[in-house]
């Protein structure tokens, strides 16, 4: 009897679910699956860079639903099957005001000048450029167009780049705050805004470097796209702003025009007939599984990297971050998987938690172990522990402003009892066990003993990350410790100091892997990156089990529900591809 309540109890609240849960379930998946248009015989696909621009394509199926966002990952594949697909005659780039990741714009770039040698055109559009972040890097990409659009009267303001760091020290002496934290060692800045009032020399260096190496990778590449002298070109754009008129006028663009007339007249190369089509509609259209060969895994990481596995209870956040046991799970499926001969594994990470990070480090090496070359395709940063799990790979390849290194360690805490005092809050602390129990309690600064053991233990850790990078990269434990200390290169300044070994893009990384793999011909690329699938999602979305799910999704099946239905069939298909099997693109260039 119990149990016969249970199940119906449990059948009843299932139905509510349905009712309510399932329609709605099943217009996001309609939307995101709706059978696109055909692509016409004469396309010109209108790549819209004005939108977010992550790194690498959401986990989630549920996470872009109600925004617009692309990734360059797909970007780069989708170009790469445009290269080929006699259909597509043109591309059309729509430029954001403020600045793309520098690494962004040098992979997208590269995909560009790829498309063009196709003997196929691209046109860039800008509504003007304003200096805000990495903005040279916008105008670099703009400049590896055919041709270079401004809207009329527009501001030309790509004159350089700026960083600005808000200091909290004085804030904090003033309320009485206190910031108490280790660093390994003086470039490792990123808390440095907590302890000073100003940059520190090593902090002031660090961000020259990286920027000034960013700046000129920016500008000399422009100058090659645009067949001018780099100092000359660095001298005419330091002498801005300008209006599109001016800039026109000393070359930094070609046209001057509204965004429809740069359409119409890429549409008028492209050929009669030829019709605008929406890069994500293309994009959808153009995706399949074909292909032979032997297979590439492919596996991404984007976001902080910490333990455990994605739990998240929202199904539609857009964050990313990097779960050390999804990555490390998904890189020893491909190492055991007979038909994977080489991995390559996208990083795309500022840094995070040491021990997730030796975690997903372990599994490189056991792939590698187990005969798999795992070849390292560095994003927009790579640092800290995006580099730890990185650096004992079998090669690395990054984009020449790539952010990496930051071999180093920081950790600490805020004292806030004397600024709570200050308002009549009162923190006290009672602990068991020994003296180290309570040093990270928040009322209290660190006892001599206390800051001591931390300090002793943030030794460890510094230790341990230089001796990963001395194993991996085969240099001396001292050499490490001369370019660690915390500091950030970028990855042309890395490749000179043995930290990358070659400069370029996803696919120069997958290039790498074929080569170490010694595998001849095509290969498939095959994406094993964790992914939720949509019955997951809603289990996360409204707390009730993927196989609550599916049993009210057959139980509709019986009643006749075409909805529930096309859901089934969903779940068949997710169930027969395999979880995480996407392949990703079918041709690989030799």
Excluded at 26 to 44: D, N, R, T, W, Y
Aim: charged content about 20%.
């Amino acid at each position: 009897m119990k149990q016969f309540l249970i199940t119906t109890a449990g059948v009843f609240a299932g139905l509510v679910l349905f009712l309510v849960g399932v329609p709605f379930l099943l217009i996001v998946m309609a939307a995101g699956a709706a059978k696109p248009e055909p692509v016409p015989a004469h396309a010109v696909l209108n790549l819209d860079l004005r939108d977010p621009l992550t790194d690498q394509d959401p986990n989630n199926p549920f996470a872009a639903f109600g925004r617009r966002s692309m990734s360059v990952m797909s970007v780069i594949q989708t170009l790469r099957k445009a290269e080929t697909d006699n259909k597509v005659a043109g591309v059309l780039i729509r430029l954001p005001e403020g600045g793309v990741e520098p690494a962004a714009a040098d992979e997208i770039r590269l995909a560009i000048k790829r498309f063009r040698a196709a003997g196929k055109p691209v046109y860039a559009h800008s509504q003007g450029l304003y200096p805000s972040g990495m903005i040279t890097s916008t105008y670099m990409l703009g400049a590896s167009a055919d041709q270079l659009w401004m809207q009329p009267g527009s501001s030309f303001q790509a004159v350089g780049l700026s960083r600005e760091d808000i200091f909290f020290k004085g804030f904090f002496d003033k309320y009485g705050v206190k910031a108490q934290y280790e660093q390994r060692y003086e470039y490792k800045n990123a808390v440095n805004p907590y302890l000073y009032n100003d940059y520190t020399a090593a902090h002031k260096e660090s961000e020259l470097s990286w920027m000034g190496s960013v700046y000129r990778t920016n500008v000399a590449t422009a100058a090659v796209d645009r067949r001018q002298n780099p100092m000359a070109l660095t001298k005419t754009l330091e002498a801005g702003p300008y209006l599109a008129e001016d800039a026109q006028k000393v070359g930094l663009i070609d046209k001057v025009g509204q965004v429809k007339e740069a359409q119409d007249a890429i549409l008028a190369k492209a050929g009669a007939g030829a019709k605008l089509v929406d890069f994500d509609d293309y994009l959808r259209a153009s995706r399949d599984g074909s292909g032979s060969g032997p297979i590439i895994a492919v596996v991404e990481a984007e976001g902080p990297i910490v333990t455990g596995h994605d739990g998240t209870a929202n199904p539609f956040s857009g964050g990313s971050t990097v779960y050390s046991d999804d990555i490390s799970k998904a890189i020893y499926d491909a190492a055991e998987n007979k038909d994977v001969k080489a991995i390559v594994f996208r990083v795309n990470s500022p840094g995070g938690s040491d021990t997730a990070s030796e975690q997903i480090l372990a599994a490189v090496r056991a792939a590698k172990a187990a005969g798999k070359p795992v070849v390292i395709s560095m994003g927009t940063y790579a640092a800290s522990g995006g580099y730890w799990i990185s650096s004992e790979a079998s090669a690395i390849v990054a984009e020449p402003t790539t952010l990496t290194g930051s071999i180093g360690v920081y950790g600490g805490k805020f004292d806030l009892g004397p600024a709570l005092a200050k308002f009549g809050v009162d923190v006290r602390q009672t602990t068991v066990g020994g003296d180290y129990a309570g040093a990270f309690g928040m009322g209290r600064e660190f006892s001599p003993a206390d800051r001591a053991a931390f300090a002793g233990w943030m030794d460890r850790i510094y230790a341990n990350f230089v001796a990963r990078v001395a194993e991996g990269r085969k240099l001396s434990p001292d050499r490490v410790r001369q370019i660690a200390k915390g500091r950030v290169w970028t990855g042309a300044q890395a490749r000179q100091l043995g930290l990358v070994d070659e400069i370029g893009g996803f696919y120069q990384a997958v290039d790498k892997a074929k080569a170490l793999a010694d595998i001849k011909g095509e290969a498939r690329l095959r994406r094993m990156t964790p992914q939720a699938s949509p019955f997951q999602a809603f289990e996360r979305a409204l707390g009730v089990s993927a196989t609550s799910v599916r049993t009210l999704a057959a139980a509709a099946w019986i009643m006749g529900d075409p909805r529930a239905q096309s859901l089934l069939d969903q779940m068949a298909a997710t169930r027969m591809g395999g979880a995480g099997a996407t392949v990703l693109a079918p041709r690989m260039a030799h």
